[in-house]
């Protein structure tokens, strides 16, 4: 006997969200992270509304290209290069081949870094972003310190592709070039240096996500035998460009805690070496502040 509630008798559940359930345990099976995200997203990009919105479509309006992302997802394709945006802080981004995505963990990397830009006595900070890849922690900067002037300096044309597209119309000035050699016009001048550079360990290969490791670029993951071959370079990048009193602000692997404020000795030249943990407190970046002389 069909019940009622209210006098009125329940709507069904709609074709939708009844393939969203379906999708969410197909992602699980698959060893997705998370699946009903991830499902809700793909139901959201193919049927063009947001996620709060899934239930207005109409059964008539289903779309069974749903079914071909969500195998391109089972397959472990990033959901960002099926959808081509990816979401930072208040940004959207462009994202797909050939760029590193931008993860959620690297947010409170900037927070902290805007906070303390917003704490110096400075009109207009210079900003540099090193390895800026996506562009997403360059923008962000340029976003939340109106008056900051940004600079970001990226190597891979591939990754440059999309970073382009992302800093067009935005107060960001892009570079193509090697982090180690970036803006020597800058030497001296800059407020605060930031970089989520590559940090894996080339022996931690096999133990990398699959949506990094094969889709990622390999220059945006891997550094060397210990994963800290490139922060050792940029350690004397930004000492070079920063004004003493600067502050640099590095992201690392939460399992390089402790290890990275060791470069940056007082012998070369710094002071205040501190490791910082993310949100879910987990060691995930390094500061710093060029010794004053």
Request: hydrophobic share 40%.
């Amino acid at each position: 006997m069909q019940q009622f509630i209210g006098g009125r008798t329940p709507s069904p559940r709609s074709v939708l969200l009844a393939e969203v359930a379906q999708a969410t345990q197909r992602l699980a099976d698959a060893g997705v992270p998370s699946p009903r995200n991830d499902a809700e997203e793909l139901a959201a990009f193919v049927h063009g509304v947001k996620r709060g919105e899934l239930h207005s479509v109409k059964d008539a309006d289903f779309d069974a290209r749903y079914w071909e992302v969500i195998a391109r997802r089972e397959q472990r394709e990033p959901l960002q290069h099926i959808t081509g945006r990816a979401y930072f802080r208040y940004l959207e981004l462009q994202v797909g081949p050939g760029v590193f995505v931008p993860r959620p963990e690297t947010e409170s990397v900037v927070g902290w870094a805007i906070d303390a830009v917003r704490a110096m006595d400075v009109v207009e900070p210079c900003i540099v972003d090193l390895c800026t890849g996506s562009g997403a922690i360059a923008l962000a900067l340029a976003q939340e310190v109106p008056r900051s002037r940004v600079h970001a300096v990226e190597l891979s044309e591939d990754a440059l592709h999309w970073t382009r597209k992302n800093v067009e119309g935005s107060r960001v000035e892009l570079r193509q070039g090697n982090a180690l050699d970036a803006f020597p016009d800058l030497d001296g001048q800059v407020d605060l240096v930031i970089s989520n550079p590559p940090y894996i360990p080339l022996t931690e290969w096999e133990y990398v996500a699959p949506e990094a490791r094969d889709y990622d670029p390999e220059l945006a993951l891997f550094s060397g035998e210990d994963g800290l071959d490139l922060i050792r370079g940029l350690e004397r990048t930004a000492h070079r460009l920063l004004r003493p009193g600067g502050v640099v602000v590095i992201e690392h692997a939460d399992t390089q805690g402790g290890q990275v404020p060791w470069i940056f000795t007082e012998e070369r030249g710094w002071a205040d070496a501190a490791d910082h943990p993310d949100l879910n407190n987990r060691p995930r970046f390094a500061t710093a502040r060029k010794a004053l002389p």
